[in-house]
């Protein structure tokens, strides 16, 4: 069980990544937002939700390519940038923010041995536009439950068994049916590197993007948050879930500075 008060601190910790963060795309002028549970806590709690322990953002995939090239020169020393390629260990095909300051061991890692980087962690996903389809929608569908089963082994893919030459041509193929953000009829998706969450999103309720209140600062959120965490949520999302369903990633949080 995580001390509420080290939690509240390992959540300050992330803020202070976010900050940082969101001052790097404000000055090369990249779009995010807040997602999935961020995006909730804005909503619900114009802040964290008060046992979350990580921080979710979303860019288009052009803001987040540009970000992974200039992002080891902009980050300061207090945090890491993990990617595939920048630390060895890690098996997973998106990005992460990981502090120097604070370390968590998430329950899927509990007892086993971990050779990555594992500070308390902000999730940074990439995001494309399909043709609204049915033909796309089943083809969308129907990769990321192949992405999700050649996958590591994380909170959402519990039974993954790691084939990062098959995932790698899975992720490629629903790339290539990327259209750009022209056209405000289209769809909005993950992209199968965050292998997840699958949703579908209306273009148009999405962009543009508006400004939200999280922790008493703000933040760029969808601009019709509701249609947006309708599409992830299949429950009332405005109301508590009881105490044994308020899902936490930390088995343990440890803090270093």
Request: net charge negative; proline share 5%.
């Amino acid at each position: 069980m995580i001390d509420p008060k080290d939690l509240r601190k390992a959540q300050d910790i992330m803020l202070e990544m976010l900050v940082e963060f969101d001052a790097i795309c404000s000055k090369h002028k990249l779009q995010y937002w807040l997602d999935s549970g961020t995006l909730l806590g804005a909503v619900r709690h114009q802040g964290f939700i008060p046992w979350d322990d990580d921080i979710d953002l979303s860019m288009p995939v052009e803001d987040y390519n540009k970000f992974i090239e200039i992002a080891e020169s902009e980050l300061s020393d207090n945090i890491f940038f993990q990617t595939k390629e920048r630390d060895k260990g890690f098996k997973f095909d998106y990005i992460k923010l990981r502090s120097n300051k604070a370390s968590i061991v998430e329950f899927h890692e509990k007892g086993r041995d971990i050779d990555y980087h594992q500070g308390v962690f902000v999730d940074i996903f990439p995001m494309l536009t399909l043709e609204n389809s049915q033909e796309n929608y089943a083809f969308y569908d129907n990769s990321f439950s192949e992405i999700r089963d050649c996958s590591s082994i994380s909170l959402h893919t519990p039974n993954g068994v790691d084939n990062p030459e098959k995932r790698e041509q899975l992720i490629e193929s629903l790339e290539t049916k990327h259209q750009g953000w022209e056209e405000d009829g289209s769809k909005v998706i993950y992209s199968g590197k965050m292998p997840d969450v699958a949703a579908w999103f209306d273009h148009k309720e999405l962009f543009p993007l508006e400004k939200m209140e999280f922790e008493g600062l703000a933040f760029p959120v969808p601009n019709n948050p509701q249609h947006y965490l309708n599409a992830i949520y299949s429950f009332n999302y405005m109301e508590l879930p009881p105490e044994d369903k308020r899902t936490i990633h930390a088995w343990k949080i440890e803090f270093t500075k």
